[in-house]
């Protein structure tokens, strides 16, 4: 046999060994990944308040007094619900933090320290509804996502601190109005293997409240535009 003959035959036989076993390579990189209907994601809620308030007005309020919220972190919870290959539905919500309202101002109201003082707290339950659409193949390691939806805000356990008592002049009540507002996601799924994926989001809220405070039936009053941005860190397991 000359030399080209056994190159002939040595490259069929190649062919004849390597053929299947590149066929059922192939084979398992476009395989589809399993389709689940449902997912249950658990990760923190990282809050930062964009607050914009109108200062407080009513009887005895020196000029330029307001408010300010300090950020909080939270778990946070959802249900997802798979409605098409691009498509999905989200039921999310964090554990109700307690937040913190400061002064923002003066120094002092009369001889009062005011500014940064913690003046009140309050808990949210704030859940949201959103319509999302997943980029990009069912089967990709990287999907981002865009969603948007409505979130409802209810405010509960309202307390006046000590600061906030001394600087209302008295024992105070005070309340916050509920909000129902558009909320906006951006975020990115990294699937890490069979049920669990990996997600990171920004969300967007619109919170606007109106604020009272009662004290011995002195009522003082604001506008309160909380908007929360969001860093939403999670685990996921589809089913």
């Keep these: 046999m000359n030399i080209r003959n056994s190159i002939t035959v040595s490259l069929l036989l190649v062919s004849t060994l390597v053929g299947p076993a590149s066929f059922a390579v192939d084979a398992v990189m476009t395989a589809s990944s399993p389709v689940f209907d449902n997912e249950i994601r658990a990760g923190m809620y990282f809050v930062t308040y964009n607050v914009k308030a109108d200062d407080l007005s009513g009887p005895y309020v020196p000029p330029g007094v307001n408010l300010d919220v300090n950020n909080v972190s939270t778990p946070y919870f959802a249900y997802i619900r798979r409605l098409s290959p691009h498509w999905v539905a989200q039921l999310a919500a964090g554990i109700p933090p307690k937040t913190e309202t400061v002064g923002k101002g003066p120094a002092t109201v009369g001889s009062v320290p005011f500014d940064g003082q913690v003046v009140s707290t309050a808990r949210w339950f704030s859940p949201s509804l959103?319509?999302?659409?997943?980029?990009?193949?069912?089967?990709?390691?990287?999907?981002?996502?865009?969603?948007?939806?409505?979130?409802?805000?209810?405010?509960?356990?309202?307390?006046?601190?000590?600061?906030?008592?001394?600087?209302?002049?008295?024992?105070?009540?005070?309340?916050?109005?509920?909000?129902?507002?558009?909320?906006?996601?951006?975020?990115?799924?990294?699937?890490?293997?069979?049920?669990?994926?990996?997600?990171?989001?920004?969300?967007?809220?619109?919170?606007?409240?109106?604020?009272?405070?009662?004290?011995?039936?002195?009522?003082?009053?604001?506008?309160?535009?909380?908007?929360?941005?969001?860093?939403?860190?999670?685990?996921?397991?589809?089913?």
């Design 130 to 239: 959103l319509l999302t659409y997943v980029f990009l193949d069912e089967s990709s390691v990287l999907r981002p996502y865009l969603g948007a939806g409505i979130n409802y805000t209810k405010f509960y356990d309202l307390q006046s601190t000590p600061a906030g008592d001394a600087a209302n002049g008295g024992p105070t009540a005070v309340s916050l109005t509920s909000s129902v507002g558009p909320v906006v996601s951006l975020g990115l799924r990294w699937h890490l293997m069979d049920h669990w994926n990996f997600y990171a989001s920004y969300d967007y809220a619109v919170v606007n409240s109106d604020y009272t405070g009662n004290t011995a039936g002195v009522i003082r009053r604001t506008s309160v535009k909380f908007n929360p941005s969001t860093l939403v860190v999670s685990v996921g397991y589809a089913f």
